[in-house]
């Protein structure tokens, strides 16, 4: 099988950036590293460029893009607005949306990851049914619809097939859910592995499972739903703690909070993401650490929905993984993602540099000082690959080939050196540096632009157009 080197200024590793190194891809794997040394025949020389791993994208809901814009406003007749508010919102576009509309703005979604430098995504999938409430003749037609844009666009894609059951504690499904629920888990499980086996062997594409909260299903669900995923060892996530008024519903139904209802029900454990986690009481975040489960970040949606702050330090200081999505795509900006986790605990705590004190020694760091985007890195996409069930995350010997070069020449990275650039990235780098994005080795953006960015743009905008 042929093999590409490329040539780059900077490439980061898990044990730093360096100068003048080379990556070497053969297949869809890297399967050399190291210094670039003299030009050979055949090499790809990416010029003044930083190599870094594609970034990962945990939580996404792919139709809410097209809220944008929509929920900025105080409603005259919901003067009130918060979370659930905006929920209504989401409801009457989630309604309206056809397969062909998913389609399309899943794409423009997924245009706009990829753009920002992110190679795969963890599509968390709700909406299942026709506008009615009827399955489609294929009950999965929306997921496979989700599916097939990110193969447009070349993301690779964790499909979260999402479990719905009801409205809440002691409230049946409202008719504004229709779409999203299932009568029994056997049948939803049922879905998942069907699902599941008409992508087996599909490269780029896998699928788990997603309880979708602890209000949203009962516990029999939520046992069944941790059974499946440890018989199968696929990846379980599920929305938790993410309002009080969640944590005040699930005490009144299960006399716990939410993290201890999924311990106990057998649905929190290595493989088990809790998306947002920004009201953890009585315990919650010792029990996350004691299950090594995962903490997914949506910063960005967090702070635009009102949710709260996530308590990074003290899961940090736990040890627990945290990766982050983007969740409504309010705002699709990675990087920010990131840096809001540090800097809501520097606003609370009147500090700077809070996360350092987690400092791993990243790259053995031998000065003694602590760097805080050290802390904050492993979150953009080693962490997420994990939470996926993925491998890959770093620029590393027999790692998936998904990897970014950012322009060092760009305004906002001039001036990077080797000992400043993580740190740069993490609390200066936006999406105007990407330039190439490759995934599995395929590049599926060149100089910062998608090939099929008009188009998919162009298809989008005729739906939201329509709303
Ligand atoms: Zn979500």
Same mark, same amino acid.
């Given at each position: 099988?042929q093999s590409t080197?490329?040539?780059?200024a900077l490439?980061l590793?898990?044990?730093g950036?360096?100068?003048?190194w080379?990556?070497?891809?053969q297949g869809?794997r890297?399967t050399?590293?190291?210094?670039?040394?003299?030009?050979?025949p055949?090499?790809v020389?990416l010029?003044?460029v930083?190599?870094?791993?594609?970034?990962?994208?945990?939580? /996404?809901?792919?139709?809410q893009r097209?809220l944008?814009g929509?929920?900025q406003h105080l409603d005259a007749?919901?003067p009130? $607005?918060?979370f659930?508010?905006?929920?209504?919102a989401m409801y009457r576009v989630a309604?309206?949306l056809?397969p062909?509309?998913?389609?399309a703005?899943?794409r423009?979604?997924?245009?706009?990851?990829?753009?920002a430098g992110?190679?795969?995504?963890?599509?968390?999938?709700?909406l299942?049914h026709?506008?009615?409430?009827r399955?489609?003749?294929?009950?999965?037609?929306?997921?496979h619809?989700v599916?097939r $844009?990110?193969q447009?666009?070349?993301l690779?894609?964790?499909l979260?097939?999402?479990?719905?059951?009801?409205g809440?504690y002691q +409230?049946?499904a409202?008719?504004?859910?229709?779409?999203?629920?299932?009568?029994?888990?056997?049948?939803?499980l049922a879905?998942?592995e069907a699902?599941?086996?008409?992508?087996?062997?599909?490269?780029?594409v896998?699928?788990?499972?997603a309880p979708h909260?602890?209000?949203?299903?009962?516990g029999e669900w939520?046992a069944?739903a941790?059974?499946?995923a440890?018989?199968?060892?696929r990846v379980?996530?599920?929305h938790?703690?993410?309002?009080? $008024?969640?944590l005040?519903?699930c005490?009144?139904e299960?006399g716990a909070?939410?993290?201890?209802?999924l311990e106990?029900?057998?649905a929190?454990?290595p493989?088990?993401t809790?998306?947002?986690a920004?009201w953890l009481?009585?315990g919650?975040a010792?029990r996350i650490?004691?299950?090594d489960?995962?903490v997914? $970040?949506?910063a960005?949606?967090e702070?635009d929905l009102?949710?709260g702050f996530?308590?990074?330090?003290?899961?940090?200081g736990?040890?627990?993984?945290?990766?982050?999505? /983007?969740d409504?795509h309010v705002?699709?900006?990675p990087?920010e993602?990131?840096?809001?986790?540090e800097y809501?605990?520097?606003?609370?705590?009147?500090r +700077?540099?809070?996360?350092a004190a987690?400092h791993?020694?990243?790259?053995?760091?031998?000065?003694g000082?602590?760097?805080t985007?050290?802390?904050l890195w492993?979150i953009?996409a080693?962490?997420g690959?994990q939470?996926l069930g993925l491998a890959?995350g770093a620029?590393?010997?027999g790692?998936p080939?998904?990897?970014?070069?950012l322009?060092?020449s760009?305004?906002t990275?001039?001036?990077a050196q080797a000992d400043?650039?993580?740190?740069e990235?993490?609390?200066?780098?936006?999406?105007?540096?990407?330039?190439d994005?490759?995934?599995?080795g395929?590049?599926?953006?060149?100089?910062g632009?998608?090939p099929q960015?008009?188009?998919?743009?162009?298809?989008?905008?005729?739906v939201?157009?329509a709303?």
């Open positions: 099988m080197r490329y040539r780059a490439v590793t898990p044990a950036a360096h100068r003048d080379a990556l070497t891809v869809d890297i050399a590293l190291g210094p670039a040394g003299a030009a050979v055949g090499d020389d010029g003044d930083a190599l870094i791993p594609g970034l990962v994208d945990a939580h /996404s809901h792919a139709f097209a944008r929509r929920t007749a919901r009130d $607005a918060d659930w508010t905006w929920r209504e309604l309206r056809d062909d509309e998913v389609e703005l899943a423009l979604t997924f245009l706009e990851l990829v753009e992110v190679t795969a995504v963890g599509e968390f999938h709700y299942h026709q506008p009615d409430g399955p489609y003749a294929d009950p999965n037609e929306l997921a619809r599916i $844009a990110a447009a666009v070349g690779r894609i964790a979260l097939r999402v479990l719905y059951h009801r809440g +409230r049946p409202g008719d504004a859910q229709r779409r999203f629920v299932e009568s029994d888990v056997d049948t939803a879905r998942v699902l599941a086996a008409a992508w087996a062997g599909t490269r780029g896998s699928v788990g499972l909260s602890v209000r949203a299903v009962p939520l069944a941790g059974a499946h440890r018989a199968t060892g379980l996530h599920v938790a703690c993410e309002q009080p $008024a969640e005040a519903e005490r009144a299960h909070e939410p993290v201890a209802v106990s029900l057998g929190l454990g493989r088990t809790l998306v947002h920004t009481e009585d919650a010792g650490a004691a299950a489960a995962l997914c $970040a949506c960005t949606t702070r009102g949710d996530l308590p990074a330090d003290d899961l940090l736990r040890g627990v993984r945290l990766c982050r999505g /983007s409504s705002r699709i900006d990087w993602d990131l840096r809001i986790i809501h605990e520097r606003l609370q705590r009147v +700077r540099n809070v996360l987690h791993p020694r990243w790259g053995g760091a031998a000065d000082d602590r760097h985007a050290a802390v492993p953009a080693q962490h690959a939470a890959g620029l590393a010997v790692a080939a998904d990897f970014v070069s322009d060092l760009e305004p990275l001039a001036g400043t650039l993580l740190a990235l993490v609390f200066s780098a936006d999406a105007r540096a990407v330039r994005v490759f995934v599995g395929r590049r599926v953006v060149t100089g632009r998608h960015r008009a188009a998919i743009v162009a298809a989008a905008r005729r939201m157009a709303l």
